[in-house]
C-alpha cells in the first residue's frame, strides 16, 4: 500500500475513534453514576435498539475475519462456524432470554443466586463469566493485529504488539467512563456499519460473477487446489478420528456456548420488561441471520477471486480474507478504487473489534464488582463505591487481555472463539438451566456445575494441541500434548451437568421450595422482576 492509501486507512479509523469517543465523552456527562445506570444502560432501550446492539455485540471479528477467511481456506468444513453461531441463538430465543431477563438483575450470577446461598455462588460464577470473557477478548486483540499490520504493510511484531495495545487502552476508556450506555450506542453504529459493508462486499461478489452462485462455488473449488473435496465435508475435519471428534465438539461448543456469553446475557438487562427481551433476539436473530448467509458469500468469493494461496501467504490463519477480496473487488492493488474499498473494509472490521471489546470488558468488569467484589466487600457499602470497582477492575481486565492477546496473535480469530464458546457452555450454561428448570438443585450442584465444567475445559485445552506439540500451537517448542482434540467441549460439557447433578445429589442441604416457586413465577410471568 502508498502512504497515501495508509492516509486514507488511518483516516477512517481516526474518525471512527473520534465518533465512538464523542459518544463515549456525551454519555459520561448525563450518566447518574448508580449500577443500574452503568450496567444496564437505565434499561430505556427499545427492543431494535436492544437487537441491533445484541447483533453488534454477537458479529465480532470471528466473525467477519475468522470464519470467511476459514470458508477460504477449507471450504464446507469452514461453514461449522456459520451454522453453529447461527443455531446457537435458538437456544437463546428459546430457553434463556426472557428467563433471565425476569430473574437476574445485571450478571448471570444474579439468576443463579436468586435461590441459593450467594456468596459461593457469585464466586464461582463471576470467576467463570470472566475466565470467558477475557478468552473472547483475546480473540478481537488477535484480529486487531493481524488487520492493521496488513493494512499499514508492516508485519513486525512491534506493530502488532503496538496495535493491539492500543486497541485495549480504548476499550478500558469506552468503559470507564461510558459504561453501558455508551458501549450500546457504539454497537449499534458498528452494526450499521458492518452490515453496510458486508451487503456491499456481497453484492460486489455476485457481480463478479453475474449472480450464477453456482460458478461462484466451482470457480473457488477449481482455485483451491482441492477440487470437489473443497466443497464438501472433510477437509479440515476428516483426517481422522481425532479430527472427526473435534468437529462435534466445536458443533456442541457453538450451539450451546451462546447461552452462556457473559456479554450477550447482559445485554437482556437494557430493556424495560421480559417481552422486550425477546423481541429483542428476534430483532438479532434477523440480523445476525442475514449477515451469515453474506458471510458464506464473502468466504466463498474470498477463496474464487483472490484464492486460497494469496490468502495463507497473508495471514497463515486466514483472519486478511475479507480485505483481500475488497482489495481485489475494487479493482486490485494498484487502483484507487482498490485502496478505498480495502481501506474502508478494515475501517468496519476495526469498528467491530472495538465495539466488540467494549461490551466484553463491561460483562467481565460488572462479573467482577457484582458479583466477586460484593460477595467480599464489607457492609454498608454502596452502589457507587461498587460502580468505582468495575471501572478498575476494567483496567486489568484490559491489561490481562493484551497479554494473551499478544501471546496467541498467530492464531485463527475464529477458532479463539470457538475456545471461548467452549468453556462459556461448560461452565455457564449447566449452571444456568439447573437453576432454572431443576426444583431440587442445590447450592454445591450450582458451585460443583461451575466449577465441573471450567477447570476440565481449561486444562483440556492447555494439554492440547493448540498450547503445544504442532507448528501451530503457542509454545510450538514444547510438547506437554496429552489431549488429542483442539477443542475440549465434547468432553466438558458433559462434564459440567454431570457435577452440578452429583453435587446436588450427594449435597445435604434441603431444596428451599417457597424460593424456587417464587423464582419459577417469576421467570415465567415476569412478576417481581426488576
Not at 480504548?170 to 449499534?188: D, H, N, S
Request: glycine share 12%.
Amino acid at each position: 500500500m502508498t502512504g497515501r492509501h495508509e492516509t486514507l486507512a488511518l483516516m477512517l479509523f481516526s474518525a471512527f475513534v473520534a465518533v465512538t469517543l464523542g459518544i463515549t465523552t456525551w454519555v459520561s456527562r448525563r450518566r447518574h453514576g448508580s449500577a443500574e445506570e452503568f450496567y444496564a444502560g437505565g434499561r430505556l432501550f427499545s427492543p431494535m435498539e436492544n437487537g441491533f446492539a445484541i447483533a453488534g455485540d454477537y458479529m465480532s471479528a470471528a466473525s467477519f475475519l475468522g470464519v470467511t477467511g476459514l470458508i477460504a481456506l477449507f471450504g464446507y468444513d469452514g461453514l461449522l462456524y456459520v451454522v453453529g453461531f447461527l443455531v446457537a441463538w435458538l437456544v437463546v430465543l428459546f430457553l434463556v432470554a426472557e428467563l433471565v431477563r425476569n430473574c437476574g438483575r445485571f450478571t448471570l450470577a444474579d439468576v443463579i443466586a436468586a435461590r441459593m446461598t450467594e456468596r459461593p455462588v457469585r464466586i464461582a460464577a463471576g470467576t467463570s463469566s470472566v475466565t470467558v470473557s477475557v478468552l473472547y477478548l483475546v480473540a478481537q486483540m488477535v484480529g486487531a493485529g493481524s488487520l492493521v499490520t496488513l493494512l499499514l504493510g508492516r508485519t513486525s511484531q512491534a506493530a502488532q504488539a503496538w496495535t493491539v495495545i492500543g486497541v485495549g487502552a480504548l476499550m478500558v476508556i469506552y468503559v470507564t467512563l461510558g459504561g453501558m450506555r455508551a458501549t450500546t450506542w457504539i454497537q449499534i453504529v458498528k452494526a450499521v456499519l458492518l452490515l453496510g459493508g458486508t451487503v456491499t462486499l456481497t453484492v460486489l461478489v455476485l457481480l463478479r460473477f453475474h449472480g450464477d452462485v453456482d460458478q461462484l462455488l466451482r470457480t473457488a473449488a477449481e482455485r483451491s487446489g482441492h477440487g470437489k473435496a473443497f466443497l464438501a465435508p472433510g477437509l479440515r475435519y476428516g483426517g481422522g478420528w481425532s479430527a472427526r471428534l473435534d468437529f462435534i465438539s466445536l458443533g456442541l461448543a457453538l450451539v450451546l456456548g451462546t447461552a452462556g456469553l457473559p456479554h450477550i446475557l447482559s445485554r437482556f438487562y437494557t430493556v424495560p420488561t421480559a417481552k422486550a427481551a425477546r423481541r429483542s433476539a428476534v430483532w438479532s436473530i434477523g440480523l445476525i441471520g442475514g449477515f451469515y448467509l453474506m458471510a458464506i458469500v464473502l468466504g466463498f468469493g474470498a477463496a474464487a477471486v483472490v484464492g486460497p494461496d494469496v490468502v495463507r501467504a497473508s495471514n497463515e490463519s486466514g483472519n486478511t480474507a475479507v480485505p483481500l477480496l475488497a482489495l481485489d473487488l475494487g479493482g486490485g492493488a494498484g487502483s484507487t478504487g482498490g485502496a478505498v474499498l480495502f481501506a474502508v473494509v478494515a475501517a468496519v472490521a476495526f469498528a467491530t473489534i472495538l465495539a466488540v471489546v467494549a461490551g466484553i470488558t463491561l460483562a467481565s468488569s460488572a462479573s467482577v464488582a457484582h458479583d466477586l467484589y460484593a460477595s467480599l466487600r464489607r457492609p454498608g457499602a454502596g452502589g457507587r463505591s461498587e460502580v468505582a470497582v468495575a471501572r478498575a477492575s476494567a483496567v486489568g481486565i484490559g491489561v490481562v487481555a493484551i497479554a494473551l492477546g499478544l501471546l496467541a496473535r498467530d492464531l485463527n480469530v475464529a477458532f479463539l472463539v470457538g475456545l471461548a464458546f467452549a468453556v462459556a457452555a461448560s461452565a455457564n450454561l449447566p449452571v444456568l438451566l439447573y437453576s432454572l428448570f431443576w426444583r431440587g438443585f442445590t447450592t454445591r450442584g450450582a458451585v460443583w456445575a461451575v466449577y465441573g465444567g471450567l477447570v476440565p475445559a481449561l486444562v483440556l485445552v492447555v494439554l492440547s494441541p493448540v498450547v503445544s506439540g504442532s507448528p501451530g500451537a503457542l509454545f510450538p517448542d514444547v510438547d506437554f500434548q496429552y489431549f488429542p482434540l483442539q477443542n475440549p467441549g465434547i468432553v466438558s460439557i458433559p462434564l459440567g451437568f454431570l457435577a452440578g447433578w452429583l453435587g446436588t445429589v450427594t449435597s445435604d442441604e434441603v431444596p428451599d421450595e417457597a424460593r424456587h416457586a417464587e423464582t419459577e413465577v417469576r421467570s415465567l410471568t415476569g412478576a417481581g422482576a426488576v
